[in-house]
């Protein structure tokens, strides 16, 4: 599932990226502050909008690009 906008779909790949990175949902709530009930949207693909702060703060947080997070299909 991924979010629709229009023709276009938002896709986000936090959980392939923790388990590459070996952190738990847990884990990344703690380092970037945000609930684990929030990154669960985030992560099942239910988020309408993300802040920038809390992208910046994941992106530290998984060492990548916000490229590497999300992806439009």
């Known amino acids: 599932m991924s979010v629709d906008i229009g023709t276009h779909s938002v896709r ?3 959980d392939s990226l923790l388990a590459e990175r070996g952190k738990t949902l847990t884990e990344l709530s703690t380092e970037v502050g945000v609930t ?3 990154l669960s949207v985030l992560k099942n693909n239910r988020a309408k909008a993300i802040r ?3 992208l910046v703060s994941l992106c530290s947080a998984l060492d990548c690009q916000p490229g ?3 992806t439009v299909e």
């Open 36 to 38: 684990v009930a929030n």
């Open 68 to 70: 590497d997070l999300f």
């Open 52 to 54: 920038y702060t809390t």
């Open 12 to 14: 986000c790949h936090l």
